[in-house]
């Protein structure tokens, strides 16, 4: 677990006994865009989306929050800080929560966290430049196959079959944001690829039937 990454078992055992266990019904927000990051969460079941609002006013999923995976690592980097995105449940979720006393604790007897923390930034902020650079040169067929697949990666359950499938909830317009591009033509796109049999699934759920199709479509 990354955020736990050099930590001996013990620590970890401490710090987990810190954490308030929250359910989190879907559509529930976490927390919001602007707001001060006095809380951690570590996401145990579920799924989380990270959407931005911008200067416009119009919101885009930025990236999806995994079983495992932390949500507001900025809160483990000082009380200064504010949160720059909202995150909330696209499925019921649970989250393991550390927020006042707990947080300090952190803070002051766990410093290993807040390394792993700032690790955690760098490899995001990696993540949304690779992400600018598609959508600035990529056509978008290689934006949204890439997409998948790094979903697919991320998220993903291999079936009996061999096919990928894609355990959250996800409408094409989310598949549309993470892809920088628009609704309509993330739906063509998707659509055709159905046909051709490189996808699979229903509504709010994608299933990879050819993956080597993907690489190829992703320039992989």
């Keep these: 677990m ?16 810190l954490g308030r266990l929250q359910d989190v019904r879907r559509g529930a927000t976490l927390f919001a865009q602007g707001a001060a990051a006095t809380s951690l969460h570590l996401l145990l079941e579920g799924f989380l989306k990270v959407v931005q609002t911008g200067p416009d006013g119009r919101q885009i999923v930025v990236r999806l929050v995994g079983p495992r995976e932390p949500a507001g690592v900025l809160a483990l980097l000082g009380p200064d800080q504010t949160y720059p995105a909202t995150v909330l449940a696209v499925a019921p979720s649970v989250v393991l929560t550390w927020a006042g006393a707990a947080l300090h604790d952190l803070r002051e007897h766990h410093t290993a966290l807040t390394l792993n923390a700032m690790r955690a930034l760098g490899s995001r902020t990696q993540e949304a430049h690779a992400r600018l650079r598609e959508a600035a040169g990529d ?4 934006r949204l196959a890439a997409t998948v697949l ?12 061999g096919s990928i499938a894609i355990a959250a909830p996800l409408a094409r317009q989310d598949l549309a944001e993470l892809a920088g591009t628009t609704l ?7 659509s055709a690829w159905k046909q051709a049999g490189i996808l699979g699934g229903g509504r709010m759920r994608l299933v990879v039937r050819d993956r080597r199709a993907l690489m ?5």
């Excluded at 078992?9 to 987990?16: Q, R």
């Excluded at 309509?184 to 998707?190: D, E, G, I, Q």
Aim: no cysteine; proline share 7%.
């Design 216 to 220: 190829r479509l992703a320039g992989a």
């Design 184 to 190: 309509a033509t993330a739906s063509r796109v998707l």
């Design 139 to 142: 056509p978008v067929e290689r």
């Design 2 to 17: 990354p955020l736990f990454g050099g930590i001996g078992p013990v620590a970890i055992g401490e710090i987990l006994r």
């Design 150 to 161: 790094r979903l697919a990666a991320q998220i993903g359950a291999r079936l009996e079959d």
